[in-house]
């Protein structure tokens, strides 16, 4: 019975690498993982801003002819547009310091979001 008990067990250093390896995979896994997160979630975000710049343009041409139609004039109505895109512009210029800090931050939440919502208890 205690022949059947005993299996030779491998050497430490064939059991070593075998763990190198499986870390290795799982590590290159998670990357691939991780990776496939942050495009799919780019690409859903570029989905989303396409969509709102054309409702933007739209909008904004909307805006152009009915201002357009009230001042009994085309181009009042696109002026009036246009003007009211450059003080937008001014106003983005003259904050643009205070702008800037809160979306890089928020670019970087996100990543890291993604990141470390895969992690799990055992980190590489």
């Given at each position: 019975m205690e022949e059947a008990k005993k299996e030779p067990q491998q050497p430490l250093i064939e059991q070593l690498k075998e763990y190198a390896e499986i870390r290795f995979k799982l590590a290159k896994y998670k990357a691939v993982d991780s990776?496939?997160?942050?495009?799919?979630?780019?690409?859903?975000?570029?989905?989303?801003?396409?969509?709102?710049?054309?409702a933007?343009?739209?909008?904004?041409?909307?805006?152009a002819f009915y201002l357009a139609h009230v001042l009994d004039s085309d181009w009042e109505g696109?002026?009036?547009?246009?003007?009211?895109?450059?003080?937008?512009?001014?106003?983005?210029?003259?904050?643009?310091?205070?702008?800037?800090?809160?979306?890089?931050?928020?670019f970087v939440k996100k990543i890291f979001k993604n990141?470390?919502?895969?992690?799990?208890?055992?980190?590489?």
């Open positions: 990776g496939s997160t942050i495009f799919a979630s780019l690409i859903a975000d570029v989905v989303v801003v396409i969509s709102m710049v054309l933007f343009i739209f909008a904004s041409f909307t805006l696109f002026g009036c547009v246009a003007l009211l895109y450059l003080l937008i512009a001014i106003v983005i210029k003259v904050n643009k310091g205070g702008i800037e800090k809160p979306l890089a931050n928020a990141k470390n919502s895969n992690d799990g208890p055992a980190n590489i």
